[in-house]
C-alpha cells in the first residue's frame, strides 16, 4: 500500500505534486495534471550512478532533467512519478549499501512502483520512462513485469556496456600506455579476472573502482538489444542526435533489435535532453546549467507516443 509522506497537496505550475513512498522505504515525487481527464501514468527511471529523482547527480549534472519532463508531461496530460533509486538520496534508507544495487534490483523497484501507480491512480497499467541506464532497467524489469503499458526508452543503449565503455575508451583516450591499460583492465574483467584499480593511471581508476566493479561486471552482462526482442509491448525509441554518451547508433540497434518500435530522433538535443551544440566541450557545460529548459520535442514526443497508445 502507498504511504504518502505528506498530506498536503502542492500546486506546481498547474499541476498536483505529491510525495509519495513504498515499501523499502522509496521515495519519490507524483506530478499528475490539475483538471481533465483521467490522465496516463508514467514511471521515470533514471540513469547511471548517484542520480537523484529530479535528474541531477553529485558529480556535477544540476540539469533537472527529470523534473523538468515531468512538468511538461503533467502539462500535456500525463501523470508521472519520479524517485530516487535504492540506496540513494531519500531512499538511502532501503540498502545497506547503495554501491550493492544491482541493475536487477533497480528492475524490481520499477514493477514495484508501478504496481503501486497502477493501484493508486486507477491505471490500467503504467509506462516506463528510461533515461540512460533507466532504458536498460525498464528492459529488464519488462521481463516480468505484469503492470505495464510500454517501454519509453531514452538515450538508451542498444549494445552491451562493455562495447560502449571500449568505444568510449578508443574515442575518449589519447592512443598510448592509458588507453591500452583500460582495454585490457576492459578484457580482463569481461573475462572473468579481477582488476587492481590501484596499479590503474587515475582517470581510469574511478572506472574500475572496487566498490563498483560487481556492478560493472552485472551490467556488461545484459545485451539490451536482446531483451528489447522478447518484448512485445509497444516501445518508443527517442535519441538526441547530439547525444555525446550514448550515440544515435544506439537507437538503429534497437530498432532493428525490434522493428514494430517507433523511433524519434530530435536534432540538436544532447544527452540530458538540452540542445546543445556537437561540440564536446560546449555539449558537457549544459550538463550544469540548470537554466536550460527542456528541448522542444521531448515531452511532445513521449505525451504523442502515450496517448496514441
Known sequence: MIAIAFAALLAVTGSIETPVEIPGPLRGTQLAPAVGAKAPVALILPGSGPTDRDGNNTRGVKGSTYRLLAEALAAQGVTTVRMD???????????????????????????????????????????????????LVAEVAAQKGQDLCGLVLVAGSGEPMGDTIRRQFQTGLPAGSVRDQGLAALDALQAGHDVDASTLPPSLQTVFAPQVRDLLREIMSYDPAQLLKTYKGPVLILQGVNDLQVVPLNADKL??????ATVVKLEGVNHVLKLAPADRGPNFATYADPTLPLAPGVA???SGFIKGH
Do not use: M
Open 85 to 135: 533509486k535504492r540506496g540513494q538520496f531519500a531512499s538511502a534508507g532501503a540498502a545497506a549499501d547503495g554501491n550493492r544495487v544491482f541493475i536487477a534490483d533497480l528492475a524490481a523497484d520499477a514493477n514495484a512502483w508501478a504496481a503501486d501507480l497502477k493501484k493508486r491512480t486507477g491505471a490500467p497499467c503504467v509506462w516506463l520512462i528510461g533515461h540512460s541506464e533507466g532504458s
Open 255 to 260: 530498432k532493428a533489435a525490434k522493428p514494430d
Open 300 to 302: 511532445e514526443a513521449i
